[in-house]
């Protein structure tokens, strides 16, 4: 965004107060700095130089950004159309280049990226933590500024979750169109077997997947992080890469990018936005955002509907929105129709469904002790409709969910991607 723009999202808050009830932080601290519309105000004040952004004091610009988790549930309840996604991604591009942070929060800040973004690097840093059960020793943790008692989120089985995918799967039956699969970074890495439940259920609905090797991160964590210029270079490495994956410029090759990832859903759907000002990419952005769908989006628009599911699930489940399916994508029915469409499947919708459960990202590590807060009120609310199966789209959610529910012990839910329920469906 150039300074005007970024100056008229500014100047586009009436400061109504919709947003207070719909932020997270805001609710659990009551305080109005920790509210959208406040840190608008701050933004603001340090766009025109009257606040520094530098300083981390408590109650100062910087403090309040840090904590805000940028789960966009601001902008679903905003009737006048604030860009606070976009804004907070801008405002903290500078912050990141003027804040000079302590050793040990930089290593934390710059090893998560740098471990997250690279799958390589993630399956060795998960290899291991087995050796101890997924606790960062306690004088790293204190070093980086984290509690003793954090985990890293530990698959039972690393061979199968990182298991690849094949290039190509052909759609059974009469067929009705061919995707490509983003297979991401973290999806790779921990949720693998998510990634093959969602190309069986597309090819049972006659959909082909292609989901080529190699494939580069998209840069979602580097954007939320305020790092725009590396988030542009690998939105540019992604775009090139898939045109020549699937015939050129706006992928004539496939219907549909597809994503199971919310988080890196939102972010590919906004590189239009990220790259509107590079003349080299912005029409081929514009073509591949326009692309991208997530497959709860594609799956419930298929023509025609979903095909027959022969297995029944005598399940009761409930449903937690990711926030970036759920405000940064605006999707909200088709993941609740498809788990709907489950034979035998009964569905309870959670209290606060949309409400961030504190992940968000790399934010349960930067900030632990309000993502553990908002963590337990997630927990409560999921318990309380008495499913023993709780679904959500983003592998962040799912790690982090899954992390508190240990807690609950044996009579703890299962915790899944919708996805991998549609395709128990489907399985004879």
């Known amino acids: 965004m150039t300074p005007d723009e970024i100056e008229a999202g500014l100047l586009s808050c009436v400061h109504c107060g919709f947003c207070l009830p719909a932020c997270p932080t805001y609710r659990e601290t009551?305080?109005?700095?920790?509210?959208?519309?406040?840190?608008?105000?701050?933004?603001?004040?340090?766009?025109?130089?009257?606040?520094?952004?530098?300083?981390?004091?408590?109650?100062?610009?910087?403090?309040?950004?840090?904590r805000c988790l940028g789960c966009r549930a601001c902008e679903t309840a905003c009737p006048s159309g604030v860009p606070y996604g976009n804004l907070l991604e801008e405002i903290r591009e500078r912050q990141e280049k003027e804040t000079r942070r302590g050793v040990g929060e930089t290593v934390l800040r710059e090893g998560m990226l740098a471990l997250l973004t690279n799958p390589l690097r993630m399956k060795a840093a998960l290899?291991?933590?087995?050796?101890?059960?997924?606790?960062?020793?306690?004088?790293?943790a204190r070093f980086v500024g984290l509690p003793t008692d954090t985990k890293m989120p530990l698959p039972e089985n690393l061979s199968e979750s990182s298991r690849d995918v094949a290039t190509f799967t052909q759609g059974a039956g009469e067929k009705r169109g061919t995707v490509l699969l983003a297979t991401g970074c973290v999806m790779r890495v921990l949720y693998g077997t998510v990634h093959a439940a969602?190309?069986?259920?597309?090819?049972?609905?006659?959909?082909?997947?292609?989901?080529?090797?190699?494939?580069?991160?998209?840069?979602?964590?580097?954007?939320?992080?305020?790092?725009?210029?590396?988030?542009?270079?690998?939105?540019?490495?992604?775009?090139?890469?898939?045109?020549?994956?699937?015939?050129?410029?706006?992928l004539p090759d496939v219907d549909a990018v597809i994503l199971n990832s919310s988080g890196c859903g939102a972010f590919t759907k906004g590189y239009a936005h990220l790259l509107q000002h590079d003349e080299r990419f912005a029409v081929r952005a514009a073509a591949f955002s326009a692309k991208v769908k997530d497959i709860s989006e594609y799956l419930a628009a298929l023509p025609g509907g979903l095909r027959p599911m022969p297995t029944p699930l005598p399940i009761r489940l409930t449903y937690h929105d990711a926030c970036h399916l759920r405000h940064g994508q605006r999707i909200y029915d088709a993941p609740r129709a498809l788990l709907q469409a489950i034979p035998g499947a009964t569905f309870i919708e959670t209290v606060d469904s949309d409400l961030c459960c504190g992940s968000a990202g790399v934010y349960n590590y930067l900030q632990p002790e309000m993502a553990r807060s908002l963590l337990d009120k997630k927990l409560a609310n999921l318990l309380a409709t008495g499913?023993?199966?709780?679904?959500?789209?983003?592998?962040?959610?799912?790690?982090?969910?899954?992390?508190?529910?240990?807690?609950?012990?044996?009579?703890?839910?299962?915790?899944?991607?919708?996805?991998?329920?549609?395709?128990?469906?489907?399985?004879?």
């Open 198 to 250: 969602t190309v069986r259920v597309l090819a049972a609905n006659g959909v082909t997947t292609i989901a080529p090797k190699g494939q580069p991160c998209c840069g979602a964590l580097h954007g939320h992080q305020g790092k725009l210029a590396a988030a542009r270079a690998m939105a540019r490495e992604t775009i090139t890469f898939y045109e020549n994956a699937c015939g050129g410029e706006g």
């Open 30 to 66: 009551g305080d109005e700095a920790d509210s959208p519309r406040g840190r608008l105000v701050l933004m603001r004040q340090a766009h025109e130089n009257v606040l520094p952004l530098s300083d981390r004091d408590i109650g100062s610009v910087g403090y309040h950004l840090d």
């Open 127 to 140: 290899i291991g933590g087995r050796l101890t059960g997924g606790v960062i020793p306690a004088p790293i």
């Open 387 to 428: 499913a023993s199966v709780v679904a959500t789209g983003n592998p962040g959610c799912l790690a982090w969910i899954q992390q508190g529910m240990a807690a609950v012990g044996k009579d703890a839910p299962e915790i899944v991607h919708p996805i991998e329920l549609l395709d128990r469906a489907y399985r004879p």
